[in-house]
C-alpha cells in the first residue's frame, strides 16, 4: 500500500559534520519495494549499503511474518485458525499485537485490527470496489473487537476467539518495521539516516551538519509534493493516515480506507489527514490511524494521553490544527493551498 503523505524538502547542506569516524557527506540512497510500498533508506554511513541491505532483510521478515496478502505468514495462521485454536507466534508479532490492543483500549476502539474482515469486504485499492450492502456491513461489524484476540505471554500465542474474525495489521506495521530499521542503524553505529515506508518517516539523529531534519507535511488535496507545513526534527518518527492515500468515489462520494469501526464505513470524522509525530514509529502510525477515525476533538484527547507524541490535525474544511508541544517545531506553509492555521487555546 502506499502512503506517501510526507515528503523530504531539505536535501542535506552537508557541509560540515560530526567527528564520527563512520560518517560520510555524502548520503547513499536506496529504493525497494517491500511490504506493499516504496521503502526510500538514506544512510551516511562508510559501509551504508551493507546496512541498507540489512534493513531490506529486516523489513521483509516482518513482512512475510505480518502480511495477509502472502500465505504461510503468522498473521495469516492466526486468521485461519480463528474460533479453532492457538497460534504459536514470533516476538515480532507478539509485540505487534500487544501494541495493537494497547491503543485499540485507549482510542476506545477507534484502532481496531479486527477490521479485518470489513476491510476484506471494501477491498478498496482493488480498482473495482464496489460499496457493500447495509446487511453486510452489519453482519461483518459483529467480527470486529480486539478483546477477542487473546494473547497468552506465557506461551507466546495468540487466538482469535471466533470463526471469520481476521486482523489485518495495515495500520500498524509499517510503523514497527520503521522502528527496527532504527534499530539496525544504531547497532551498525549509524548516527545520521532517515527511512521512509511509503511515507512513514522515521529520523535517526539529526542531518549530518547537526541541524534537524525537516519533513514536510502533504497537503491532502493537493499533488504529492505539495504540503501545508514542515516539521523540523531530529530522532523521531513522523506518521500521516489520511483520506486521499487510498479510496474510491462512487457517486460524488469518496470511499477511502480507514474505517470506522463503530460503523462499518469509511471514516467519517471531519478529518481529511493526521501527522503523528513520536519517538517511535508504531506509536505514530497507530495513532494516526485511531486520531484519524475519532476527529479532531476526541483525537486531540488521545494524543495528550501520550508523554511526548505530538499532532497535526486537517479537517475538510482546509483548517489545520497543531499539538502545543509543536509550537516553534511546526512551520505552516498552507495559506497559498488554501488552508488555514487555527491556533488552539
Ligand atoms: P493507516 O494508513 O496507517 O492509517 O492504516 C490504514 C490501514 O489500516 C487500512 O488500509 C487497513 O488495512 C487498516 N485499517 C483500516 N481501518 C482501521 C482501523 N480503524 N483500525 C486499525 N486498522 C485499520
Ligand atoms: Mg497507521
Given at each position: 500500500m502506499t502512503k506517501s503523505f510526507l515528503i523530504i524538502l531539505c536535501v542535506l547542506l552537508a557541509v560540515s559534520f560530526s567527528a564520527?569516524?563512520?560518517?560520510?557527506a555524502t548520503p547513499y540512497e536506496n529504493e525497494e519495494f517491500a511490504m506493499g510500498t516504496i521503502i526510500r533508506q538514506r544512510i551516511y554511513h562508510d559501509n551504508a549499503e551493507d546496512i541498507s541491505r540489512q534493513v531490506i532483510d529486516r523489513i521483509r521478515k516482518i513482512e512475510d511474518r505480518m502480511t495477509i496478502n502472502k500465505a504461510g505468514g503468522e498473521i495469516n495462521k492466526l486468521n485461519s485458525s480463528a474460533g479453532k485454536s492457538f497460534v504459536e507466534l514470533s516476538e515480532d508479532t507478539l509485540f505487534v499485537l500487544n501494541k495493537a490492543k494497547e491503543i485499540s483500549e485507549l482510542s476506545q476502539g477507534a484502532f481496531d485490527i479486527t477490521v479485518g474482515a470489513l476491510v476484506k469486504e471494501w477491498?478498496?485499492?482493488?480498482?473495482?470496489?464496489v460499496v457493500p450492502s447495509q446487511e453486510r456491513i452489519h453482519s461483518l461489524?459483529?467480527?470486529?473487537?480486539?478483546?477477542?484476540?487473546?494473547?497468552d505471554k506465557s506461551g507466546s500465542r495468540a487466538k482469535l476467539e471466533n470463526t471469520g474474525q481476521i486482523v489485518d495489521l495495515g495500520g500498524i506495521a509499517k510503523g514497527f518495521a520503521g522502528d527496527e530499521a532504527i534499530k539496525v542503524y544504531r547497532e551498525n553505529g549509524v548516527q545520521s539516516a532517515f527511512i521512509s515506508l511509503g511515507g512513514n518517516i522515521v529520523a535517526l539523529g539529526g542531518k549530518p551538519d547537526g541541524n534537524s531534519w525537516k519533513i514536510g507535511i502533504r497537503?491532502?488535496?493537493?499533488?504529492?509534493?505539495?504540503?501545508?507545513g514542515i516539521v523540523s526534527v531530529k530522532d523521531k518518527a513522523i506518521v500521516s493516515s489520511g483520506d486521499y492515500e487510498r479510496f474510491f468515489e462512487r457517486d460524488g462520494v469518496r470511499y477511502h480506507h480507514i474505517l470506522d469501526p463503530k460503523t462499518g464505513y469509511p471514516a467519517d470524522s471531519g478529518l481529511i489527514g493526521t501527522t503523528i509525530i513520536s519517538d517511535f514509529s508504531i506509536d505514530a502510525d497507530a495513532l494516526s490511524t485511531a486520531a484519524f477515525v475519532l476527529g479532531l476533538e476526541k483525537g486531540m484527547d488521545l494524543i495528550k494521553k501520550f508523554d511526548g507524541v505530538e499532532a497535526v490535525f486537517i479537517t475538510d474544511d482546509k483548517k489545520v490544527y497543531i499539538t502545543e508541544g509543536l509550537k516553534g517545531i511546526f512551520e505552516f506553509e498552507g495559506t497559498g493551498n488554501g488552508y488555514e492555521y487555527v491556533e488552539k487555546g
Open positions: 564520527c569516524s563512520n560518517s560520510v477491498d478498496i485499492s482493488s480498482g473495482n470496489s461489524l459483529g467480527l470486529v473487537d480486539y478483546a477477542d484476540i487473546i494473547i497537503d491532502p488535496r493537493g499533488a504529492e509534493d505539495s504540503y501545508i
